[in-house]
């Protein structure tokens, strides 16, 4: 079974320029979220997914951030225009809706550096 | 507000003896606790979990207590061996929705 697959792996960009992330959940895995982790802490929540509606996205910062699920399945988190603040590692994890006490699966993440 | 903390930044132990990895929580909503472990250049995996009806869950050489009243976790990994190096989060969910907060991390060095 495919885990979750995130892409790029590492982006470089300059600040005030715009950058996307794209996750492939686990196929059947009907959540989907999308978390911050800067250096030296945890993950922190962004959105969480139920199918294509965005059930929580109370810590995206929505003058920059938006995100997507187009048909439940892929996900995009896009930053725009991206800050020095922005730098850290975005992942995305899938659980089966009422199993997250199972543990979500995260994917390998996508490390920004905004320079 | 963090609301999973945990206090040890680091811990290291030689290869056999016991880890003990602590965690401490405020929300007294959240129902299910959970472990993760994490390698470089890798999303974090899950390793072990406690339902809060329950005070002590066992999965081969890790075992996860929950002291409630204390609002404390803690992580034991008998016997301790180097591949067990990695950072270890602390996470929690709130039974009210299926989100999970996460404790900033604890680096575990096992020693040969």
């Known amino acids: 079974e495919a885990g979750v697959v995130q892409s790029p792996r590492y982006k470089i960009i300059e600040k005030k320029q715009p950058v996307a992330f794209w996750c492939n959940p686990i196929s059947g895995h009907n959540t989907l979220y999308w978390y911050r982790q800067n250096l030296g802490q945890g993950p922190e929540l962004l959105i969480r997914?139920?199918?294509?509606?965005?059930?929580?996205d109370s810590q995206l910062p929505k003058d920059r951030f938006s995100a997507e699920r187009l048909k439940g399945v892929d996900s995009t988190l896009k930053i725009q225009p991206a800050e020095l603040g922005d730098s850290a590692v975005y992942l995305c994890?899938?659980?089966?809706?009422?199993?997250?006490?199972?543990?979500?699966?995260f994917g390998s993440g996508t490390r920004l550096t905004v320079v | 507000d963090q609301q999973v903390k945990q206090n040890s930044p680091s811990l290291s132990v030689q290869e056999g003896r016991i880890s003990i990895l602590n965690c401490d929580y405020t929300?007294?909503?959240?129902?299910?606790f959970l472990w993760y472990k994490k390698y470089p250049a890798e999303g974090p995996t899950f390793l072990i979990s406690i339902s809060s009806i329950k005070d002590k869950n066992e999965d081969g050489r890790f075992t996860v207590f929950l002291n409630k009243s204390a609002k404390h976790l803690s992580l034991h990994i008998v016997p301790s061996q180097p591949g067990d190096s990695a950072v270890y989060f602390c996470?929690?969910?709130?039974?009210?929705?299926?989100?999970?907060?996460f404790g900033a991390g604890t680096r575990l060095t096992v020693k040969p």
């Open positions: 997914y139920e199918n294509e509606e965005a059930v929580d």
């Open positions: 996470a929690a969910r709130e039974f009210t929705n299926n989100d999970m907060r």
């Open positions: 929300n007294s909503m959240f129902d299910y």
């Open positions: 994890a899938s659980s089966m809706t009422g199993l997250a006490n199972y543990g979500y699966t």
